[in-house]
């Protein structure tokens, strides 16, 4: 203990007049080293000071930015198609069509490794607030970690296009929340008796309370997934401590292969990344935790939640086969 201090006060010192990037990638091992070893006041220190220096750091981040060009023209060519027809269809063509499929961005990491080998190798780390929140290693170390920040800003790249073609699908039909939930209603992983929770977040939604509307469609989407468990016959139920038993999250839903069987392996990357997983939005432990800030609970999280939301919908009773013998 008395040479891991020595080693760690030399790193604290240093980091008080480091800037804040640096001296958080200083105390990190440090504080780690402090907690392996039961050192907890130690590590708590460390853990003080990091926070602490990490309210500036976002002012210290040099920023690089990429444009995108897209004309006006270009986007309506794009979404016309998507719009067309019963707005029930139209509900279920935006779904489909503005979800990043995962082969895509593996092919564009794939890519990146010929086009940029320097920065496929360099790992990636995400800090939200005043912490690191997410890291990633190189794409050959840390395919799937990398795969899921890829698709987080594939996703937010979407959300644009999807915006714009919910826009015009209400101009052009007067989309409401009976459409909606005519759509849900398809769909057997939402159950009678929550609809009425289903309704409330879906007229939110419509009436521009999207603060009430993430609230309450978030856990609506997890509910459905866990009752696409029970209709496969998995399950919903873990060990707990104490011999007790407790319902799967979120996370161990989204784990169960009888789920990528159901979805398909971009849908349930797609929701892992939007929902669960630290290194993509994350949305779901975000909301929940009270993580969240009062900015981000507008129209763009909104959209995306309730593209989420339609997307479980897809999920359709199968039609059983005539009987032979019949």
């Known amino acids: 203990h008395r040479v891991i201090r020595s080693y760690g006060g030399a790193f604290e010192q240093l980091s008080a007049q480091a ?15 402090c907690k392996n070893r039961g050192m907890n006041e130690d590590a708590e220190r460390v853990l003080v000071a990091s926070a602490e220096k990490g309210k500036t750091v976002a002012n210290e981040l040099r920023q690089i930015r990429v444009p995108v060009e897209l004309t006006e023209a270009e986007l309506d060519e794009f979404i016309k198609p998507l719009i067309e027809g019963p707005p029930r269809d139209a509900l279920l063509r935006i779904t489909a069509s503005l979800m990043p499929r995962a082969g895509k961005v593996k092919d564009l990491l794939e890519e990146l490794k010929t086009k940029a080998p320097l920065m496929a190798c360099i790992g990636v780390t995400q800090i939200i607030g005043d912490h690191f929140a997410a890291q990633a290693g190189s794409i050959e170390d840390d395919p799937e970690g990398r795969l899921i920040m890829q698709l987080a800003q594939h996703i937010d790249f979407y959300n644009f296009a999807l915006n714009r073609s919910l826009d015009q699908l209400w101009a052009k039909n007067g989309l409401d929340a009976d459409t909606i939930m005519a759509v849900l209603d398809e769909s057997p992983v939402f159950t009678p008796e929550r609809r009425p929770l289903l309704d409330e977040g879906v007229k939110a939604y419509v009436a521009g309370d999207y603060t009430k509307a993430i609230h309450v469609i978030i856990p609506q989407i997890e509910q459905a997934l866990r009752q696409l468990l029970v209709l496969s016959g ?9 011999g007790m038993f407790h319902l799967k999250n979120l996370n161990d839903i989204l ?6 069987k159901t979805l398909g392996d971009d849908t349930r990357l797609y ?13 779901r432990n975000n909301v929940c935790h009270g993580f969240a800030t009062p900015a981000q609970f507008g129209r763009r999280m909104a959209d995306q939640v309730l593209h989420a939301l339609l997307t479980v919908s897809l999920v359709r009773q199968k039609a059983r086969e005539p009987d032979a013998s019949a």
Not at 271 to 283: K, P, S, V, Y
């Open 19 to 33: 800037d804040s990037m640096l001296a958080m990638a200083w105390l990190q091992p440090v504080y780690e080293e």
């Open 234 to 242: 998995v399950p919903t139920l873990e060990a707990a401590r104490g």
């Open 255 to 260: 784990r169960e292969s009888t789920v990528t």
């Open 271 to 283: 929701l892992q990344t939007l929902l669960a997983d630290e290194r993509g939005q994350n949305i």
